[in-house]
């Protein structure tokens, strides 16, 4: 009989950056993302409007290099990010455009993948790897 290990993950309580310019984060998420955050009295931004993630995932820095850059190296150029975050939207190409007008470099943009999805992707205000993605998987009903 295999043991339950007592601190078995049951599902994502919670992700977000950890934020050194507060209000460039707020540009991207809140205004560029239109999330509603709730503001706490010491500038601590939250929602739990938002629906969960449905992949968490290890990504190893040679695949994530290969897939913005392809090639296994990530540039000298570019902050190497810590994490990764998707968000899938209705219209990559729109959202791609209207993130670019407010400043954001995209590493990809309205890439079509083997799997489906159409994906851009850009470094975040503190360093993530930010994705604008649609994946058809995961909208069909199941």
């Known amino acids: ?6 601190a078995r993950a049951l599902f994502i309580a ?3 950056p950890i934020v050194v310019e507060r209000e460039a984060s707020r540009a991207l ?3 560029a993302f239109g999330i509603p955050f709730k503001e706490e009295k010491d500038g601590y ?5 938002l629906k969960g993630a449905n992949t968490f995932a290890l ?3 040679p695949q994530a290099a290969q897939s913005c850059f392809g090639t296994d190296s990530w540039p000298r ?3 190497i990010p810590q994490a990764w975050i998707e968000f899938d939207v209705e219209n990559v190409a729109a959202a791609t455009a209207e993130l670019e007008s407010q400043g954001y470099r995209m590493l990809v943009r ?4 083997p799997w489906g999805q159409v994906v851009s992707r850009f470094i975040g205000p503190e360093g993530l790897l930010v994705g604008i993605t649609f994946t058809p998987a995961m909208r069909e009903e199941k």
């Open 45 to 49: 931004l939250h929602t739990e409007r």
């Open 59 to 61: 990504w190893p820095l």
């Open 14 to 16: 919670g992700f977000g």
């Open 77 to 79: 150029d570019v902050p």
């Open 110 to 113: 309205n890439r079509n993948e």
């Open 29 to 31: 998420y809140s205004r």
């Open 1 to 6: 009989m295999e043991e339950i290990p007592k």
